[in-house]
């Protein structure tokens, strides 16, 4: 089975530290994947990599047997990856169902070219967000809980409650693929139940999920297959109950005695 | 009550747009219709600005660039050719386009950079088009470029310049509104409130940013053409004039930056005062001055902005009604009122 969304040895350096090195990950269509290591370890930089907000150094990305490497945020978004920020982040002058309508934007054009031309100017010109995405932003928002909040401005929101509208309009796309930045973080626990619940449900209609997350309960209740990352290198992949128990998780996050892993946390 | 304003919005328009037309039939005076034609001048100016900064937020400085280049492009096409009469005003969108073909490579350059460097950046800029203005040959340095003469009757001279002020302004705003409510105008709000989140939601930044810059700057350079007739002559301090990117600013800032109707009222308010100061006071610094302490006093006090203040005061004053209004019907009191005044207090947010 080919993987959904791939990176190849991709490295990234900050100056001197390298944030990533040599780093394969693999996700497969259908799966709930974990991300998981100690702070510093690269996991938000991968992310970053993969979703066109950093340049690689070295190495590739591959979405399906598309070559994504080093394109651009949009374009990757585009192109069937959706992502979240560890530091949620919505647009919070325009009202909810404004956020979702940005993030619709290029789906409301048909996909047989007629995005071009005068037929795409007159897309650009038409008031923002026909029925058809107002309708499936509604469906959305009622999926994550907060429809009735549709019409203030989203920096009114709590904060978990933003978290709920990132993930609703990431999904307005469609995205073959999300990627959360610990989704669990920062949320009061009920919430955080809610959260675990929809990418369950949106998992059995056939998205794929890569998630950072430092809830170890979170992450081994909800994942198929969890990759374990130190240094900005992949150290084990299994699935939870196996890496519940591989000493090398163990080390990664509290050390060894010979020194190679330092944790800057 | 939110819902009426949809039932007066257009007849007020309507009846506004009906005083305006007639206004220079009724009030001959030159004087007053020069007022009007300048205060147009800036209604249409500072709309097109707010088409590019006020969604954007990216505050420019540079506007004067697109006066001016208007102004100039105009200028050396009626000179060159000899243009007199009504056919100047059909030049007019040439300014634009020449306006608009400069904000390409300018935009390319400046939006790459955001916030206060991207302000620096189109100040830089300014002073650089200044400088070509008063040294390149066929601007015709310190001399500046004259307008062809007009023989329209002088006792209705200003009547031409007024209707096409009236028209440009009335196009610009019912374009700007186009703006704001298109997908395209989200987007640049978006990007507004998080350029790099735009992006990861697919927005392509820069594309949209660029179209705003050389819309705004096509409506700037309309403008600087339309001034340069009336005035009769662009020379490179007056029009390529960095109290002009000011002005704009001002009048921005005090009506409502971001909003349509603010920028416009802001217009409206400091053109004519501007020049009733200007006429007052023979010492043209004291009107300056005075400017200055009012744009004091509104960073002060109205941070934000007339409409956005006199919004907030609405709905204010509106909670505090319901509160003390009696709930009607026959919901008992006791269970009525916490809910009114959860009401209020949502719609004060």
């Given at each position: 089975m080919t993987a959904l969304l791939r990176t190849e040895a991709v490295s990234k350096a900050f100056g001197g530290v390298h944030a990533l090195a040599d780093c394969t990950v693999e996700v497969d269509a259908g799966s709930i994947a974990g991300l998981i290591g100690p702070n510093g370890s690269g996991k938000t930089t991968l992310f970053n990599v993969i979703s066109g907000y950093e340049r690689v150094d070295g190495g590739r990305v591959y979405l399906r047997d598309a070559d994504i490497t080093n394109a651009p945020p949009d374009r990757v978004f585009r192109s069937g990856i959706g992502r979240t920020f560890q530091l949620t982040r919505v647009f919070?002058?325009?009202t909810v169902m404004e956020n979702m309508i940005v993030a619709a934007g290029h789906h409301?054009?048909?996909?047989?070219?007629?995005?071009?031309g005068l037929s795409g100017l007159r897309s650009r010109l038409a008031r923002a967000g026909g029925p058809a995405t107002r309708r499936r932003a509604i469906e959305l928002l009622e999926f994550t809980g907060i429809a009735r909040h549709a019409d203030v401005p989203a920096g009114t929101l709590s904060y978990g409650q933003r978290k709920l509208l990132e993930l609703s309009y990431v999904l307005i796309a469609s995205p073959a693929i999300v990627l959360l930045d610990e989704p669990a973080g920062g949320v009061n626990p009920t919430l955080i139940g809610v959260i675990a619940d929809r990418i369950r449900d949106l998992n059995q209609e056939g998205t794929t999920f890569l998630i950072v997350e430092h809830n170890m309960e979170f992450v081994m209740g909800l994942c198929d297959r969890v990759t374990v990352i130190d240094n900005g290198t992949p150290v084990v992949t299994g699935p939870p109950e196996v890496i519940r128990t591989d000493h090398r998780v163990l080390d990664a996050y509290l050390g060894t005695d010979d020194g190679d892993s330092d944790l800057p946390a | 009550m939110r819902t009426l304003a949809r039932y007066w919005r257009a007849p007020a328009l309507a009846a506004l747009l009906v005083v305006a037309v007639v206004f220079p039939l009724v009030d001959t005076s030159a004087v007053d219709t020069t007022f009007a034609i300048n205060t147009l001048i800036y209604v249409a100016a500072v709309t097109g600005w707010s088409m590019f900064s006020g969604n954007t937020g990216y505050v420019s400085l540079g506007h004067a660039v697109f006066f001016g280049t208007g102004a100039y492009a105009v200028g050396l096409l009626a000179w060159h050719q000899h243009l007199a009469g009504d056919v100047i005003f059909a030049t007019l969108p040439l300014g634009g386009l020449a306006a608009a073909a400069v904000a390409v490579p300018f935009g390319l350059v400046a939006l790459r950079v955001r916030r206060h460097t991207f302000v620096v950046v189109t100040i830089a800029i300014f002073f650089i088009f200044q400088l070509l203005a008063f040294n390149l040959a066929f601007t015709q340095g310190n001399q500046g470029v004259s307008a062809p003469f007009l023989q329209w009757n002088p006792a209705t001279y200003n009547n031409p310049f007024y209707y096409a002020g009236l028209i440009i302004a009335v196009l610009t705003i019912a374009w700007s509104w186009q703006i704001r409510r298109s997908k395209f105008g989200l987007q640049l709000r978006a990007i507004r409130d998080d350029e790099d989140r735009a992006r990861g939601l697919g927005v392509r930044a820069m594309r949209s940013k660029l179209a705003a810059f050389v819309i705004s700057a096509f409506v700037t350079g309309v403008v600087g053409g339309l001034w340069f007739y009336f005035i009769g002559q662009a020379l490179p301090e007056t029009v390529f004039d960095p109290t002009f990117d000011l002005t704009v600013a001002l009048m921005a800032f005090l009506g409502g930056?971001?909003?349509?109707a603010g920028p416009v009222l802001g217009a409206l308010i400091l053109e004519p005062l501007q020049q009733q100061l200007t006429l007052q006071f023979t010492n043209g610094y004291l009107s300056q001055i005075l400017l200055g302490a009012l744009f004091l006093l509104v960073i002060l006090f109205l941070p934000r902005g007339l409409v956005p203040s006199a919004e907030e005061w609405l709905t204010a004053g509106r909670a505090w009604l319901d509160r003390r209004r009696p709930p009607r019907g026959p919901v008992p009191a006791e269970a009525a009122a916490p809910e009114t005044a959860l009401a209020a207090r949502k719609a004060g947010e």
């Amino acid at each position: 089975m080919t993987a959904l969304l791939r990176t190849e040895a991709v490295s990234k350096a900050f100056g001197g530290v390298h944030a990533l090195a040599d780093c394969t990950v693999e996700v497969d269509a259908g799966s709930i994947a974990g991300l998981i290591g100690p702070n510093g370890s690269g996991k938000t930089t991968l992310f970053n990599v993969i979703s066109g907000y950093e340049r690689v150094d070295g190495g590739r990305v591959y979405l399906r047997d598309a070559d994504i490497t080093n394109a651009p945020p949009d374009r990757v978004f585009r192109s069937g990856i959706g992502r979240t920020f560890q530091l949620t982040r919505v647009f919070p002058r325009l009202t909810v169902m404004e956020n979702m309508i940005v993030a619709a934007g290029h789906h409301d054009r048909l996909p047989n070219g007629s995005g071009r031309g005068l037929s795409g100017l007159r897309s650009r010109l038409a008031r923002a967000g026909g029925p058809a995405t107002r309708r499936r932003a509604i469906e959305l928002l009622e999926f994550t809980g907060i429809a009735r909040h549709a019409d203030v401005p989203a920096g009114t929101l709590s904060y978990g409650q933003r978290k709920l509208l990132e993930l609703s309009y990431v999904l307005i796309a469609s995205p073959a693929i999300v990627l959360l930045d610990e989704p669990a973080g920062g949320v009061n626990p009920t919430l955080i139940g809610v959260i675990a619940d929809r990418i369950r449900d949106l998992n059995q209609e056939g998205t794929t999920f890569l998630i950072v997350e430092h809830n170890m309960e979170f992450v081994m209740g909800l994942c198929d297959r969890v990759t374990v990352i130190d240094n900005g290198t992949p150290v084990v992949t299994g699935p939870p109950e196996v890496i519940r128990t591989d000493h090398r998780v163990l080390d990664a996050y509290l050390g060894t005695d010979d020194g190679d892993s330092d944790l800057p946390a | 009550m939110r819902t009426l304003a949809r039932y007066w919005r257009a007849p007020a328009l309507a009846a506004l747009l009906v005083v305006a037309v007639v206004f220079p039939l009724v009030d001959t005076s030159a004087v007053d219709t020069t007022f009007a034609i300048n205060t147009l001048i800036y209604v249409a100016a500072v709309t097109g600005w707010s088409m590019f900064s006020g969604n954007t937020g990216y505050v420019s400085l540079g506007h004067a660039v697109f006066f001016g280049t208007g102004a100039y492009a105009v200028g050396l096409l009626a000179w060159h050719q000899h243009l007199a009469g009504d056919v100047i005003f059909a030049t007019l969108p040439l300014g634009g386009l020449a306006a608009a073909a400069v904000a390409v490579p300018f935009g390319l350059v400046a939006l790459r950079v955001r916030r206060h460097t991207f302000v620096v950046v189109t100040i830089a800029i300014f002073f650089i088009f200044q400088l070509l203005a008063f040294n390149l040959a066929f601007t015709q340095g310190n001399q500046g470029v004259s307008a062809p003469f007009l023989q329209w009757n002088p006792a209705t001279y200003n009547n031409p310049f007024y209707y096409a002020g009236l028209i440009i302004a009335v196009l610009t705003i019912a374009w700007s509104w186009q703006i704001r409510r298109s997908k395209f105008g989200l987007q640049l709000r978006a990007i507004r409130d998080d350029e790099d989140r735009a992006r990861g939601l697919g927005v392509r930044a820069m594309r949209s940013k660029l179209a705003a810059f050389v819309i705004s700057a096509f409506v700037t350079g309309v403008v600087g053409g339309l001034w340069f007739y009336f005035i009769g002559q662009a020379l490179p301090e007056t029009v390529f004039d960095p109290t002009f990117d000011l002005t704009v600013a001002l009048m921005a800032f005090l009506g409502g930056f971001g909003t349509l109707a603010g920028p416009v009222l802001g217009a409206l308010i400091l053109e004519p005062l501007q020049q009733q100061l200007t006429l007052q006071f023979t010492n043209g610094y004291l009107s300056q001055i005075l400017l200055g302490a009012l744009f004091l006093l509104v960073i002060l006090f109205l941070p934000r902005g007339l409409v956005p203040s006199a919004e907030e005061w609405l709905t204010a004053g509106r909670a505090w009604l319901d509160r003390r209004r009696p709930p009607r019907g026959p919901v008992p009191a006791e269970a009525a009122a916490p809910e009114t005044a959860l009401a209020a207090r949502k719609a004060g947010e």
